[in-house]
C-alpha cells in the first residue's frame, strides 16, 4: 500500500464492491419508475399495489440495504516495559466517548514476568488486569478472556448485555523467542463468536533491531500459520472472519538519520518518513501482509521515550565490553492492523485488494470494519513506549440474538431462607453437568467473580425449553442484600450463555441483629 493514498478512515468490509456499485446502478433503475408511479398514484389498488412491489424489489433485492447493527470496539497496544501500572488510564480508555464503547482489548508487552512475579499473577490477576477491571466494571464492563505468555498479555473486555452472545472462546499462544523456545517473543490470541460472526484478536511482539525486518516478517507469518483451534470451520486466525493484530512488531523507519527522523517529527512532517517505514515496505512484497490494513500514521513514532517524559532517548553514547553505544531512532513499532476474510480466496495473480470480497452478491450476514481513530497518548511516561489506541466501528447483522438460557429468579430473595431460581435452555449446545449458575453483585468483574454459585440439574441434560427449578442455599445468599444478576455459565464454551435482568436482594434480619444494617422502624432508620 502507497502510504501516501491513505484515507481518513480505514475502511474493510466483506460485501463485494463490484457488488455495491451494482446494487446503486439497481437502484437508479428501479426509483426512476417508482417515483414516476408515486406522482401519478391515485386511489387505483392496481397502482398502489405495482409501487409496492417495486418498492419491496428495490429494497430486498438490494444487498446494501441489509440491515446492521453497529458496535464499537477500542483496542490499546503498549509495551510497558516491566512497569507496574499508572494510577489513572482513563485517558486510555475514553470512557465518555458516543457512542459508547461495546468491547475493550488491550495488548500488552513486556509485563513484568520475573520468576516470583509471574507465579503470583498466575496464582491471580496481575496488577494490569486488576486496574482495567477496576476501571470498566463500575461501568458494567467484564472481563470476557485473557491469556499470557511471560510478558505477553491480551484482555478482553465486553459490555455485560452482550455476553450470552460470545461464545466459542479459546485462547492459544506461539513462542518465537530464542529458535522457538523462550515466549519473551511471540504471540497469543483470542478467538471468538460474536453475534455469529468469527473474531481473532493477537497480540504479537516481534524481533526487535533495526536490521531484523525480514525476521520480524517470518515471525509475524510463523505465528499466523502456527496457532491452530479445535473449531472446524474456523481452524487457524486467517480463517477467521475479521482479525486483528496489535503489539510491538518493532519495525523500525531505515536509511534515515537520526537528526533527520526527529526534524521531521519536531516540524509535524511525519509523512517524510512514512515511504522508510520498514513494515509499509515489507507489505509491498509479501502478498499475505497485503491482506492487512492499517490507518494513517498521524501521530508521532511511540518508540523510544526517555522515561516519565515526551522526550525522545537523550541518553548519553557508552561503550559496553568493547561495543558501541547509541540513541535509538524514533519508530513506529506499535502497531494495530486489521483484515477482514475474503468471501473467496484471491489467486495469486489476482491484484485486487485481499479485504475486499470477490465473491458476486451481497453476503446475507455482512460484517464491515471502519477505524475512526488511530492515535497515541504521550501523557503516559512509565515505559520508554507510549501507547497506541485505535476505535473502530463493526458493523454487522447478527446471526442470532436470543440467549442459549433464559435464566430468572423466583420469588423474593434473602439470606434468612433459601431461595428459587428457574432457568431454561432456549437452543441446542454442548451442555454439561458441570456448567453452574452464579449470583453476581451488578457490576462484577468476570465470570468468576461470583456470591455463590449452583451446580445445573445433575441427574439428566435439560430438554429444549424445559423450565428447571433449582434451589439456592440461603448461607450463599449475601447478608446485605443489594442488586444482583445471575449467570448461567457453560463449562465447554467457557462463556456466560444467559444473564438474568437485575434484581433486589433484601437485607436479612440476620444483618439487622449483627449491626451491619440499621433497623428500619415505620420508614425511619433507627
Given at each position: 500500500?502507497?502510504p ?10 466483506s460485501?463485494?464492491?463490484s457488488?455495491?456499485?451494482?446494487s446503486?446502478?439497481f ?9 414516476t408511479?408515486v ?14 412491489r ?7 433485492l ?21 512497569a ?17 464503547t ?17 507465579i ?7 496488577s494490569?488486569?486488576?486496574v482495567f477491571?477496576d ?11 485473557s ?15 452482550h ?28 478467538r ?10 493477537l497480540?504479537?511482539h ?26 472446524c ?30 526534524s ?10 512514512w515511504?522508510?517505514d ?8 509479501e502478498?499475505f ?14 518508540y ?22 547509541k ?14 476474510k ?9 491484484d ?17 470494519v ?17 501507547p ?34 428457574t ?6 449446545f454442548?451442555?454439561?453437568?458441570w456448567?453452574?449458575?452464579?449470583l ?22 435439560p ?29 465447554n ?9 437485575s ?16 433497623e ?7
Amino acid at each position: 500500500m502507497d502510504p501516501f493514498t491513505y484515507s481518513p478512515h480505514g475502511r474493510s468490509d466483506s460485501t463485494s464492491s463490484s457488488a455495491s456499485r451494482g446494487s446503486k446502478v439497481f437502484l437508479r433503475q428501479r426509483s426512476t419508475p417508482l417515483l414516476t408511479r408515486v406522482e401519478d398514484m391515485s386511489s387505483d389498488d392496481e397502482a398502489s399495489e405495482e409501487v409496492t412491489r417495486s418498492l419491496d424489489e428495490a429494497f430486498q433485492l438490494c444487498g446494501r440495504f441489509i440491515p446492521t447493527d453497529p458496535f464499537r470496539l477500542h483496542m490499546v497496544t503498549w509495551n510497558v516495559a516491566t512497569a507496574e501500572p499508572p494510577a489513572d488510564v482513563a485517558s486510555l480508555l475514553h470512557l465518555d466517548v458516543q457512542p459508547p464503547t461495546d468491547l475493550y482489548v488491550f495488548g500488552l508487552q513486556e509485563v513484568n514476568a520475573a520468576p516470583v512475579r509471574f507465579i503470583s499473577d498466575l496464582l491471580g490477576e496481575d496488577s494490569w488486569s486488576h486496574v482495567f477491571m477496576d476501571a470498566l466494571a463500575p461501568r458494567g464492563f467484564v472481563k470476557v478472556s485473557s491469556i499470557r505468555m511471560q510478558g505477553l498479555l491480551l484482555l478482553i473486555f465486553a459490555k455485560q448485555i452482550h455476553l450470552p452472545y460470545i461464545r466459542k472462546l479459546q485462547t492459544t499462544y506461539t513462542r518465537t523467542g530464542i529458535f522457538g523456545y523462550w515466549g519473551n517473543k511471540g504471540g497469543v490470541s483470542v478467538r471468538f463468536s460474536f453475534y455469529g460472526h468469527m473474531v481473532c484478536i493477537l497480540n504479537c511482539h516481534l524481533a526487535a533491531h533495526m536490521n531484523y525486518a525480514l525476521q520480524r516478517v517470518d515471525e509475524f507469518e510463523y505465528i499466523l500459520e502456527a496457532q491452530d483451534f479445535d473449531i472446524c470451520d474456523t481452524p487457524h486466525v486467517l480463517d477467521h472472519k475479521v482479525v486483528f493484530c496489535l503489539g510491538d512488531l518493532n519495525f523500525r523507519i531505515a536509511d534515515h538519520g537520526l537528526h533527520f527522523i526527529r526534524s521531521s517529527i519536531n516540524s509535524g512532517r511525519l509523512h517524510l518518513l512514512w515511504s522508510r517505514d520498514q513494515l509499509m515496505m515489507m507489505k509491498k512484497n509479501e502478498p499475505f501482509l497485503q491482506e492487512f490494513e492499517e490507518g494513517p500514521l498521524h501521530f508521532k513514532p511511540t518508540y523510544k521515550f526517555d522515561r516519565n517524559s515526551e522526550t525522545y532517548d537523550s541518553s548519553p553514547l557508552k561503550t559496553w565490553l568493547g561495543f558501541n553505544g547509541k540513541k535509538r531512532k524514533p519508530a513506529w513499532t506499535d502497531r494495530i492492523l486489521w483484515r477482514v476474510k475474503p468471501k473467496t480466496p484471491l489467486s495469486e495473480n489476482d491484484d485486487e485488494k485481499a479485504s475486499i470480497s470477490t465473491e458476486d452478491g451481497p453476503d446475507e450476514y455482512p460484517l464491515r470494519v471502519s477505524q475512526d481513530e488511530y492515535t497515541s497518548d504521550m501523557s503516559y511516561g512509565v515505559s520508554d513506549h507510549k501507547p497506541v489506541i485505535a476505535t473502530f466501528t463493526v458493523e454487522l447483522r447478527k446471526h442470532f440474538d436470543t440467549p442459549l438460557v433464559h435464566i430468572s429468579p423466583l420469588g423474593v430473595w434473602c439470606a434468612d431462607h433459601d431461595a428459587l431460581l428457574t432457568y431454561t435452555v432456549q437452543e441446542d449446545f454442548m451442555s454439561s453437568t458441570w456448567d453452574w449458575i452464579g449470583l453476581y453483585k451488578v457490576g462484577f468483574r468476570s465470570a468468576f467473580d461470583y456470591e455463590t454459585f449452583v451446580w445445573v440439574r445433575k441427574d439428566d441434560l435439560p430438554e429444549i425449553n424445559e423450565v428447571i427449578k433449582i434451589s439456592v442455599d440461603k448461607d450463599g445468599i449475601p447478608l446485605l442484600g443489594g442488586h444482583y444478576v445471575l449467570g448461567y455459565y457453560s463449562t465447554n464454551i467457557q462463556s456466560i450463555l444467559g444473564l438474568s435482568a437485575s434484581f433486589h436482594i433484601l437485607e436479612s434480619k440476620q444483618a439487622v441483629v449483627e449491626g451491619l444494617v440499621p433497623e428500619n422502624v415505620n420508614g425511619l432508620n433507627k
